[in-house]
Each structure stands twice: as structure tokens, then as C-alpha cells.
């Protein structure tokens, strides 16, 4: 079993940045590969990025390519986001997600879960 409890959601105006992060707890955090996903209302979770356990990063919708970067610190059990010039159509629940057997940008692949944090960007 893994626990993930995302933080650093909030509010943010169009061009600012935030940094979400996603605590691991449980079995060993390095064993899994590690993805973002975020969630429109009414939509299907949207895959954002993923990374292995190398650190290898992948990163789903054009939209966020050169301006979202994930990465992990082993040490610390935590994966990051970092989200540079926020644009208002990011505005999502932004979720945390585990897997044990290897990339997949499809949120029904993936076997653990954070509760999710809210990001809104004010235009």
C-alpha cells in the first residue's frame, strides 16, 4: 500500500507559478512510477506528466510541454510539479497517482491515489 497527499494548490494569477508536491508513504516510494494527472469538471482525469524511477519524465498534453517540469527526490519519498506561466485553462483538481508497472498515461492504470489539490488561475 502507498499513500499520496498532494500540497501547494491555490490561487495564482495568469503568468505566476506554483509548485505542487506529492508525499509518499508505505512501500518502498522508489518501486513506483510516479504521474500527475488533473481533472476538468465533468471531464475524465487529464494525464499532465509522469515520471520513472530513474527520474525519467514524460508529459502529456502539448499545452503543458515547456512549461510544467516533474521530478522526484528519493530521499525525501516525493514527487514534484513545478508549473511556470500558468495560464487560466489550468485551472483543475490536480492529482497525485502510483503504479508499479511501468509508464502509462491512463489514469485507470494507476493503483494509488492523493485526495487531490486545487489549482484556479485568475486571469
Known amino acids: 500500500q502507498v499513500q499520496l497527499v498532494e500540497s501547494g494548490g491555490g490561487l495564482v494569477q495568469a503568468g505566476g507559478s506554483l509548485r505542487l508536491s506529492c508525499a509518499a508513504s508505505g512501500r518502498t516510494f522508489s518501486w513506483y512510477v510516479m504521474g500527475w494527472f488533473r481533472q476538468f469538471p465533468g471531464k475524465e482525469r487529464e494525464f499532465v506528466a509522469g515520471i520513472n524511477w530513474s527520474g525519467v519524465g514524460t508529459y502529456g498534453a502539448d499545452s503543458v510541454k515547456g512549461r510544467f517540469t516533474i521530478s522526484r527526490d528519493h530521499a525525501k519519498n516525493t514527487v514534484y510539479l513545478q508549473m511556470n506561466s500558468l495560464k487560466p485553462e489550468d485551472t483543475a483538481v490536480y492529482y497525485c497517482?502510483?503504479?508499479?508497472?511501468?509508464?502509462?498515461?491512463?489514469?485507470?492504470?494507476?493503483?494509488?491515489w492523493g485526495q487531490g489539490t486545487q489549482v484556479t488561475v485568475s486571469s
Open positions: 497517482a502510483a503504479r508499479t508497472n511501468g509508464h502509462s498515461s491512463w489514469y485507470r492504470d494507476y493503483d494509488y
